[in-house]
């Protein structure tokens, strides 16, 4: 199969944080072009990364009727083209790869402004399961809403779309004159059926409820950005002993402005909330950070602003948190500045931090870069559906779009897998003269890496489930690396080590 992917060795300047624990930058590992670029497909307008698979939508290739591409990464780091989605019943404007979102063995392709039974731009998802047996990802049903409306545009963008376990939830900020509403789908038995429709509990039209929205355990956020003259809002949701979602609260930015946009994107992690407002300040954009707190009601805790704030730049556009992480994308979409991805990690005291600021190996202004983003473990993804240049930067075609994968190797030594590992891993002797052996305890390891003082990979050893392994350093240099060990189950630890001749 043709290649149309830059894959990137992983270098990385380093800030050592405390003598056990290194902290690198995120390094830019591949940029992805469509295998079929052409002229304004727009390839990049949603993405999404889960374990060794990426997805990238072009929601207006072959005159908007749009097509997604898979990508695998194989066990030396290297991505390669997969596979490419289409509708089995494609038509022009559907703009499938709107919106795309990998499950736990499904992923789901959006076609926001599909044609359900005649009735026009109502929005459709397809649903692929994930077959094991050859790495292929096979058409499994489409989805629609049970009372669907011309313009109500289900999945319509890709914030508009969010999955977790056996549920899909599709905003449709279009139904009945922008109102809008959110419809859960769930799998039983193998089976996907439409269980509940969600609309704001005091509808108005033009609200755009749906534009946005996010899923966590029994917790989901539905962004309606118009609210109130566009201050924007999101609602609240949790799910009973009956298994109905049941609305709780309604949260708004503290400073609400007008022309705000806030609920644009929105992204839940357990009793976490980040929520976008790219219209805050002249278009410099926001992003709010809210929290439950012991009485169950969420409360903000944080606003975020690209450091400096520029007008224009859209920050606050798509958002995603993880655990202690986050990312907020500015795309500064028709500026002349190239778009930024903006990475924040919470601190000890609960502060949420700006860590670093991520831009591609060559994107410019316009290219939109940061309309979509994505966090999965180490690595994010991100779109730039007006960028015009291939893999290499080269043949210019006007919007064919790409996407750009970056990969941070030291992030997953956090405090708590540190703290739960740490004490199960011996390593010696220290300093060492031609090997290192590693030992564990009730734990077993699965891989270990070798990092230098700048962040830079010296060495990495897969280890097939073993309790001691051995790593041989005696052609390294004399100095002071960072040893990452992971067990079977993910939790990481980094050891000091010392080389002498």
Same mark, same amino acid.
């Given at each position: 199969?043709?290649?149309?992917?830059?894959?990137?060795?992983?270098?990385?300047?380093?800030?050592?944080?405390?003598?056990?624990?290194?902290?690198?930058?995120?390094?830019?590992?591949?940029?992805?072009?469509?295998?079929?670029?052409?002229?304004?497909?727009?390839?990049?307008?949603?993405?999404?990364?889960?374990?060794?698979?990426?997805?990238?939508?072009?929601?207006?290739?072959?005159?908007?009727?749009?097509?997604?591409?898979?990508?695998?990464?194989?066990?030396?780091?290297?991505?390669?083209?997969?596979?490419?989605?289409?509708?089995?019943?494609?038509?022009?404007?559907?703009?499938?790869?709107?919106?795309?979102?990998?499950?736990?063995?499904?992923?789901?392709?959006?076609?926001?402004?599909?044609?359900?039974?005649?009735?026009?731009?109502?929005?459709?998802?397809?649903?692929?399961?994930?077959?094991?047996?050859?790495?292929?990802?096979?058409?499994?049903?489409?989805?629609?809403?049970?009372? !669907?409306?011309?313009?109500?545009?289900?999945?319509?963008?890709?914030t508009s779309l969010d999955v977790e376990?056996?549920?899909?939830?599709?905003?449709?900020?279009?139904?009945?004159?922008?109102?809008?509403?959110?419809?859960?789908?769930?799998?039983?038995?193998?089976?996907?059926?439409?269980?509940?429709?969600?609309?704001?509990?005091?509808?108005?039209?033009?609200?755009?409820?749906?534009?946005?929205?996010?899923?966590?355990?029994?917790?989901?956020?539905?962004?309606?950005?118009?609210t109130d003259n566009r201050k924007g809002?999101?609602?609240?949701?949790?799910?009973?002993?009956?298994?109905?979602?049941?609305?709780?609260? +309604?949260?708004?930015?503290?400073?609400?402005?007008?022309?705000?946009?806030?609920?644009?994107?929105?992204?839940?992690?357990?009793?976490?909330?980040?929520?976008?407002?790219?219209?805050?300040?002249?278009?410099?954009?926001?992003?709010?950070?809210?929290?439950?707190?012991?009485?169950?009601?969420?409360?903000?805790? +944080?606003?975020?602003?690209?450091?400096?704030?520029?007008?224009?730049?859209?920050?606050?556009?798509?958002?995603?948190?993880?655990?202690?992480?986050?990312?907020?994308?500015?795309?500064?979409?028709?500026?002349?500045?190239?778009?930024?991805? !903006?990475?924040?990690?919470?601190?000890?005291?609960?502060?949420?931090?700006?860590?670093?600021?991520?831009?591609?190996?060559?994107?410019?202004?316009?290219?939109?870069?940061?309309?979509?983003?994505?966090?999965?473990?180490?690595?994010?993804?991100?779109?730039?559906?007006?960028?015009?240049?291939?893999?290499?930067?080269?043949?210019?075609?006007?919007?064919?779009?790409?996407?750009?994968?970056?990969?941070?190797?030291?992030?997953?030594?956090?405090?708590?897998?540190?703290? +739960?590992?740490?004490?199960?891993?011996?390593?010696?002797?220290?300093?060492?003269?031609?090997?290192?052996?590693?030992?564990?305890?009730?734990?077993?390891?699965?891989?270990?890496?070798?990092?230098? +003082?700048?962040?830079?990979?010296?060495?990495?050893?897969p280890v097939l489930a073993q309790k001691?392994?051995?790593?041989?350093?005696?052609?390294?240099?004399?100095?002071?690396?960072?040893?990452?060990?992971?067990?079977?189950?993910?939790?990481?630890?980094?050891?000091?080590?010392?080389?002498?001749?």
């Amino acid at each position: 199969m043709k290649t149309n992917v830059i894959n990137i060795s992983i270098l990385g300047a380093v800030c050592l944080l405390g003598s056990l624990t290194a902290s690198a930058q995120f390094t830019q590992t591949a940029k992805v072009v469509s295998q079929d670029r052409e002229g304004r497909a727009e390839y990049g307008t949603s993405v999404d990364i889960k374990d060794n698979f990426a997805i990238v939508g072009a929601s207006r290739e072959n005159i908007a009727a749009g097509a997604a591409y898979i990508y695998k990464k194989d066990s030396e780091g290297t991505w390669s083209d997969a596979q490419k989605l289409t509708a089995f019943d494609a038509f022009e404007m559907a703009e499938f790869g709107g919106a795309s979102k990998f499950g736990e063995d499904y992923l789901v392709v959006a076609s926001g402004r599909g044609d359900v039974d005649g009735v026009v731009r109502a929005g459709a998802l397809y649903v692929y399961n994930f077959n094991a047996g050859d790495d292929t990802w096979d058409f499994d049903v489409k989805l629609h809403a049970s009372d !669907y409306s011309g313009d109500a545009k289900l999945g319509m963008n890709p914030t508009s779309l969010d999955v977790e376990g056996n549920i899909i939830l599709g905003g449709a900020p279009g139904d009945l004159g922008w109102t809008g509403a959110a419809y859960i789908f769930e799998k039983d038995a193998g089976v996907w059926t439409e269980k509940q429709k969600l609309t704001s509990p005091s509808p108005i039209g033009g609200e755009a409820y749906g534009i946005g929205v996010s899923i966590s355990g029994e917790t989901m956020a539905i962004g309606a950005n118009e609210t109130d003259n566009r201050k924007g809002s999101v609602y609240l949701y949790e799910k009973n002993t009956s298994g109905v979602w049941e609305y709780t609260q +309604q949260v708004m930015a503290s400073d609400a402005t007008s022309e705000s946009f806030f609920g644009s994107s929105v992204s839940l992690h357990g009793d976490q909330l980040i929520v976008g407002a790219y219209g805050t300040a002249g278009e410099a954009g926001a992003a709010y950070i809210f929290e439950k707190d012991s009485s169950g009601e969420w409360q903000e805790i +944080q606003k975020l602003t690209g450091a400096p704030a520029t007008e224009s730049a859209q920050f606050g556009w798509s958002t995603e948190i993880k655990e202690e992480h986050a990312v907020v994308s500015a795309p500064h979409a028709y500026g002349f500045d190239p778009g930024e991805i !903006y990475f924040y990690k919470k601190d000890s005291e609960g502060a949420w931090i700006e860590e670093e600021v991520i831009q591609g190996d060559d994107t410019a202004g316009e290219d939109f870069y940061g309309w979509s983003v994505a966090l999965y473990g180490d690595q994010i993804i991100t779109g730039a559906p007006w960028e015009d240049h291939d893999a290499s930067g080269g043949d210019e075609i006007d919007r064919a779009g790409s996407a750009y994968i970056f990969r941070n190797e030291l992030l997953l030594n956090n405090a708590s897998n540190e703290a +739960q590992l740490k004490n199960n891993i011996s390593v010696y002797p220290i300093p060492a003269v031609d090997e290192i052996t590693i030992q564990a305890k009730k734990v077993s390891i699965s891989n270990v890496v070798l990092f230098n +003082q700048l962040g830079m990979r010296v060495k990495q050893q897969p280890v097939l489930a073993q309790k001691e392994t051995t790593l041989t350093v005696s052609a390294i240099a004399e100095g002071i690396y960072f040893l990452k060990i992971i067990d079977t189950e993910g939790k990481v630890t980094t050891k000091k080590i010392v080389k002498i001749e």
